[in-house]
Every structure is written in structure tokens, then in C-alpha cells.
């Protein structure tokens, strides 16, 4: 087994990192600042540092007009509290405005498994990608943490980053080819595409794995981009492999499942799909991975679902 | 202070940003009329007297900024920057027209001097607040005026960025709250009660003033005077007349949002003239 990462502290690390570069980096705290991993960029630049307490609807107004003198805020909190609950301020102040804020929800999906539903984030992605100009970002692995920071930083308008909570193992090398807007394709193969994206990434690799020891040819894609969406990555694999299997930590309604059927559908491509993730209902409450086997994300599952759809 | 001859013209410019209000309505047959004329003093002595700013350079970095809060009065918003040299007079004439650059609630990428995209009520305040913080932290002298509705107030962000603006000691923030006591469904104070008002924002730590928001000299000295207190934000809470200027219309609830018939448009032509003759006296 590879190394692995605390989500939350290698954002943080990034944080400090884009913090050097662009002196105009901010980051806005909700009264969730040490629980997002910005203690090291509050202890490094104390003014660069605002603290709001809890009002996840105030803090994207005051980021929006932050960014109208040149600032650009990193708002981080629990992601449900900074996509569903301040939606509206998301899409009216950040979207329409076009301002360059960056909205990162921690502990996304289901990582607060003990918490319930009121914690846990299967929606995001559906709502913030439905707003025109913001770029969705969803990282597999702690080096593509840092890629996906960097990447926010260095370009100019709204972004969402999606973490998790639970440690990722370290899937990619340093440098590995990370390109905004693309999808990566980890491995080739012809009998079936294996996409996955975010905190779950990791459980496709392991199930691909599986699969290529027994035999089947797997394409391994990650989509850390969700919008814009790198649809020829796609096409090319429906068109080369016929069959597609995605697998996320969200709804399958709005999500990277979704994503993926929308494109095909859009080029008239017919092609098997097969969507992993939660279907429409509140998530249960325990431990993380005891979630997971749930909901058939588990590597085991991931395999037993490929095998089965071939 | 203003000079008799100062109060004059920026009497007469309110006027004239009520003709253009007008303007705005006779071209696009309808229009949230009631709340614009409300607040037409208030921001004619902001454009023409308080704010330093450049329609030459609508993105000139120290310059103060205005945040529409209630987006829907932004006839009035659009009616005093083409009267400052924004843009030319004849753009006001393609209101409710496809695309045009004056749509119902202002768009700042479709109009110099435009800050702030609003209209959905309960957002301006914590834009403006980050403004206010962002012109802080850079070391600028700008200000960040703000005007709100009444109505406006029953919205729970605000008050979220009201306890924000204090806490961060935004005292180079002013707000206008524009207490012309109606909002669509009725007398503000009946639909949802903001009272008590001012002790509302001076318990959320603002530094308060209440005036007559027709009263050219009355604003300019509140905008020339504040911060009211050391260290923090100003809220002035202005008692206007919905519709201002527009006898028929004036303190109406109908006329919040007015479907213009050309007779009436006519009669508040008239009316308007009759205030030409009377300043020119
Ligand atoms: C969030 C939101 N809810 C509802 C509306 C619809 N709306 C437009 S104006 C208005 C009344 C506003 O009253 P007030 O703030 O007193 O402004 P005035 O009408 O006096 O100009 C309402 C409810 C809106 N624009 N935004
Ligand atoms: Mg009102």
C-alpha cells in the first residue's frame, strides 16, 4: 500500500504554497478554519487571514467583493455549507458577477459518514456545475490536491474544489501530466472504461488493478476537471471500448455519471453505461467505509460491478 | 456644505435624473418605478457631489464605490450615471429592449459604473462589505456607499453582513437604507416589521443617523459626516416617499412596479416640467 495523505492538510499545505505565489491570496474562514487545514496559512500571514464565523451566506458576498479590489479568496468549510446552504450568493455573486473566488468544500460527499445527511455532500456538484463560468474541480489524490490548488490560483474566475475527509493514498507521481480542463487517462486498455473522479478515484484504481490480474483490459480515467468537461476523453473511449462504468462520491443525478451520459447523448454515441454512486435518497450514518460498501464503492464492488456489466 | 447656488443645481440634477427615470419607463412601457424615484436625492448627491469618481475611468482603483443593494431600483441607478457621463443619454433609451445593457436588475458586465450585480435581495450589503475590506487592506482612503430597501431588511443575510461590517470595523462603509415604508405587499412595518429600527443597527454595532432622504443638504452632510462614530460602519436611515415626484403615484403600493399608461406618462411629464419652472423661480 502507497502513502497516504490527510486531505485537509495537504489543501492546507497548498494554501501556504499559493499563498507565496500570489500575494493577493485570502483565505476566509467560517468558523472553519482549523478544520480546513488553513492553520499553517493563518499562522503564516495573519492579515491574509478573515475570520467570519458561522454565515456560509455572508462570507461569498464579502469574498465576491473582495475580489472586485483584485483579492482572491479561498472560502473553505464543510461542502454542503458552502454549496447548498449559500447557493443563490454562489451563483448570483461569484457566477454571475464572474469574480475570482475560490469555494473549496471540505469533508465532501459522504467523509462525514458518522454525521448524517445535514453534513454530508451528494449534491454539489450537480448545483455549482449548473452555474455558467465556474470550474468544478475534484482531486483524486494528494499530489492532484496540489495540482487542482495551484491550477484555481493561476486562473481567473470561480472555481469549486471538492476534498474529502478520510486519507487518500498517493496515486500519481509529482509529475505526472495534470492539465486543467482534461481528463487523465492513468491506464489504456479496450475492454471497458473505468472513469472516476474525487476521493473515490482511488477505489476504481484499486478494482482496475483486480480487474487487469483477471484478465480483462480496463481503461483507468480520471476526471479531477468536472467542468469544463474533457468530452473527447470520452467519446474516445465509448468509441474504443464500448462499455463505461463511472464511479463518484455524489448523487448519479447531476454528477460525473451524469456528466458522462449528457455527452454521449449530445453525440448521438450509444453506449453502455453503467453509473456507480448513490442513488436518489439521504445517505445512512457509520463508519466511512461501512457507507461505502453501501452504496457499492467499495474496490471489491467496483470490480464485481465491472465484471457483471461486461 | 453647500453653497444656496450648489443646492440649486444638485436640485435641479435630481431632477433631471427623475426626467430620466422617466425616459427609461416611456421606453420600455413599465418599470419599478416607486422604489427608483425614492432614492433619487440620495444618489444624485452621491454622483454629483460626495463620490470620487472618474466616468473617464469607471475602474479607477481608489475610486469610492456604490452598491445597489435593491437592484430593482436601479432605474434610478442608471438614470444619475448617464446624467454623470457613464454613457450617452440615448442608451437610456433601449430599456426593456432584447440585450440591452439596462436590463432589470443592473449587470456590471453590461454598463460602466455599474459595481455589483443585484436584485436578488439581501445580497448587496456583503458584497459591499468585501469591498469595503479589500479598499481597507490595499491602504485606499474609498468609500462604499450602499442603498437598501425597507423590505430589504426582512432578508436574514443582511444581518449576517451587518454583524460582519462591525466586527471588521468597516467604517468606511455608509448605508442608505431607503425607509420609504412600502414593499410589494403593503406598508413595510405590517408586511414584516423591521422596528425597532434603529436600535437594530445600533445593537449590531453601526453607527446610526436618521434624516429626510429628499433633503439634498440633509445627505450630503450625513455622507461628508460620517464614520458617525469612530471605527465603525454608518447606516442612515433616510424617510423617503415612494414614487417622489409623481403626485398620482407618490406613498402608492400599485406603483412599485408600474405598467405605464401613455396619459400617465404624460401627466408625470407635466408635473415634472412644473418642478422646472418652480427651481428656475
Ligand atoms: C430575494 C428576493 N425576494 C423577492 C424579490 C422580489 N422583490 C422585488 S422588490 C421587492 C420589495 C422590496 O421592498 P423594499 O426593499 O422596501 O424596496 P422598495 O419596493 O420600497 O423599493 C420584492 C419582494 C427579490 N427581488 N429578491
Ligand atoms: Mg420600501
Redesign the interface.
Known amino acids: 500500500m502507497s502513502e497516504s495523505k490527510d486531505p485537509r492538510k495537504t489543501f492546507g499545505e497548498a494554501l501556504v504554497e499559493v499563498g507565496e505565489k500570489y500575494g493577493t491570496v485570502i483565505a476566509i474562514s467560517a468558523d472553519s478554519s482549523g478544520g480546513s487545514g488553513m492553520t499553517p496559512f493563518k499562522e503564516k500571514f495573519p492579515?491574509r487571514h478573515?475570520e467570519?464565523?458561522i454565515?456560509e451566506?455572508?462570507?461569498?458576498?464579502?469574498?465576491?467583493?473582495?475580489?472586485?479590489?483584485?483579492?482572491i479568496?479561498f472560502v473553505v468549510a464543510i461542502a454542503p455549507f458552502v454549496t447548498a446552504r449559500p447557493f443563490?450568493?454562489f451563483r448570483?455573486?461569484l457566477g454571475?458577477?464572474?469574480q475570482n473566488v475560490k469555494v473549496v468544500g471540505r469533508c465532501a460527499g459522504i467523509s462525514y459518514s458518522d454525521l448524517g445527511p445535514t453534513h454530508q455532500s451528494l449534491d454539489d456538484v450537480a448545483l455549482i456545475r449548473t452555474i455558467p463560468g465556474v470550474t468544478v474541480l475534484n482531486p483524486a489524490d494528494p499530489v492532484e490536491i496540489k495540482k487542482v490548488v495551484h491550477a484555481a490560483a493561476d486562473i481567473t474566475g470561480p472555481c469549486y474544489i471538492k476534498i474529502g475527509k478520510e486519507k487518500m493514498p498517493v496515486l500519481f507521481e509529482e509529475n505526472y501530466p495534470f492539465e486543467l480542463g482534461k481528463g487523465y487517462l492513468v491506464r489504456d486498455g479496450k475492454d471497458v472504461t473505468l472513469i472516476g473522479t474525487g476521493t473515490v478515484f482511488a477505489n476504481a484504481h484499486a478494482a482496475a488493478e483486480a480487474l487487469k490480474k483477471e484478465g480483462v483490459d480496463v481503461r483507468l480515467i480520471d476526471i479531477h476537471t468536472l467542468k469544463p468537461f474533457d468530452s473527447g476523453i470520452v467519446l474516445k473511449a465509448a468509441k474504443e471500448t464500448g462499455t463505461i462504468v463511472t464511479v463518484e462520491e455524489h448523487y448519479l443525478a447531476g454528477g460525473l455519471g451524469s456528466i458522462v451520459c449528457e455527452t454521449l447523448a449530445r453525440e448521438g454515441v450509444c453506449t453502455k453505461v453503467k453509473m456507480i454512486g448513490i442513488d436518489d435518497q439521504f445517505a445512512s450514518n457509520g463508519p466511512y467505509d461501512d457507507l461505502l460498501g453501501l452504496y457499492g464503492l467499495l474496490p471489491d464492488q467496483i470490480k464485481e460491478t465491472v465484471k457483471g456489466f461486461l | 456644505m453647500l453653497t444656496p447656488q450648489e443646492l440649486k443645481t444638485l436640485q435641479k440634477t435630481a431632477l433631471q435624473v427623475r426626467k430620466n427615470v422617466l425616459r427609461e419607463i416611456k421606453a420600455g412601457k413599465m418599470g419599478h418605478i416607486g422604489g427608483a424615484l425614492s432614492i433619487v436625492d440620495i444618489v444624485t448627491a452621491l454622483y454629483f457631489k460626495i463620490m470620487n469618481i472618474d466616468p473617464k475611468k469607471p475602474l479607477m482603483r481608489d475610486r469610492d464605490?456604490f452598491v445597489l443593494s435593491a437592484g430593482h431600483k436601479c432605474l434610478a441607478l442608471y438614470a444619475v450615471l448617464a446624467e454623470r457621463g457613464f454613457f450617452d443619454h440615448s442608451v437610456l433609451d433601449t430599456y426593456g429592449s432584447l440585450g440591452s445593457k439596462l436590463p432589470g436588475h443592473p449587470?456590471?458586465?453590461k454598463l460602466p459604473g455599474v459595481?455589483?450585480?443585484?436584485?436578488?435581495l439581501g445580497?448587496?450589503?456583503?458584497?459591499?462589505?468585501?469591498?469595503?475590506?479589500?479598499?481597507k487592506?490595499?491602504g485606499l482612503g474609498s468609500k462604499v456607499y450602499v442603498i437598501m430597501g425597507d423590505g430589504e431588511l426582512a432578508e436574514?443575510?443582511n444581518w449576517?453582513?451587518a454583524?460582519?461590517s462591525s466586527?471588521?470595523k468597516l467604517d468606511n462603509m455608509l448605508v442608505f437604507v431607503d425607509r420609504n415604508s412600502l414593499q410589494i405587499s403593503g406598508r413595510t412595518v405590517e408586511v414584516m416589521s423591521y422596528e425597532p429600527l434603529e436600535e437594530r443597527w445600533r445593537s449590531f454595532g453601526w453607527g446610526t443617523r436618521i434624516i429626510n432622504g429628499h433633503d439634498i443638504e440633509t445627505i450630503v452632510k450625513a455622507a461628508e459626516e460620517f464614520p458617525f462614530e469612530k471605527g465603525k460602519p454608518s447606516v442612515v436611515i433616510a424617510d423617503t416617499v415612494k414614487s417622489k415626484g409623481i403626485s398620482f403615484a407618490e406613498d402608492r403600493v400599485d406603483f412599485h412596479y408600474w405598467k405605464a399608461k401613455e396619459e400617465e406618462i404624460l401627466q408625470a411629464e407635466q408635473e415634472f416640467a412644473a418642478i422646472d419652472r418652480r427651481l428656475e423661480e
Do not use: C, W
Open positions: 492579515d478573515l467570519f464565523g454565515m451566506q455572508g462570507v461569498i458576498g464579502f469574498a465576491s467583493g473582495l475580489a472586485t479590489t483584485g483579492k479568496p443563490e450568493m448570483n455573486d454571475y458577477m464572474r | 464605490r449587470d456590471m458586465h459595481e455589483s450585480n443585484t436584485g436578488a445580497h448587496g450589503l456583503s458584497i459591499a462589505g468585501g469591498m469595503a475590506m479589500g479598499l487592506m490595499d436574514g443575510s449576517e453582513a454583524a460582519a466586527h471588521h
